[in-house]
Nanobody
């Protein structure tokens, strides 16, 4: 059974940085697309960043472009989200998602992903 577990959330001041990690276990192949989503209170879950199985292609929400960077270490089955210049609007529960897909495409729609973590809270506040 494939599982993903997020870590690295916490409280940070506006303008600060955090690095989220997503460790995957039970992968049956190397071909998994990975993504980060987030959900703020009272709002729908939204796409933040994604990466195809090889790491060659990435996609970002407009709201985080230039501030967030997604990366992966396939040897360790881990995906990272480096978040810089954090704003209060970035406050949310961040979820890691995965799906088996040998493609160069990066999908931003939540239904495309069938493996989800429990989420990690990120709070940006002074």
């Amino acid at each position: 059974q494939v599982q993903v577990v997020e870590s690295g959330g916490g409280l940070v001041q506006p303008g600060g940085s955090l690095r989220l990690s997503c460790a995957a276990a039970g992968l049956t192949s190397s071909y998994y697309a990975m993504a980060w989503f987030r959900q703020a209170p009272g709002k729908d879950r939204e796409f933040v960043a994604g990466m195809n199985w090889s790491g060659g292609n990435t996609n970002y929400a407009d709201s985080v472009k230039g501030r967030f960077t997604i990366s992966r270490d396939n040897a360790e089955n881990t995906v990272f989200l480096q978040m810089n210049s954090l704003k209060a609007d970035d406050t949310a529960v961040y979820y890691c998602a995965a799906t088996s897909a040998r493609t160069g495409m990066v999908f931003a729609a939540a239904p495309y992903y069938n493996i989800w973590g429990q989420g990690t809270q990120v709070t940006v506040s002074s």
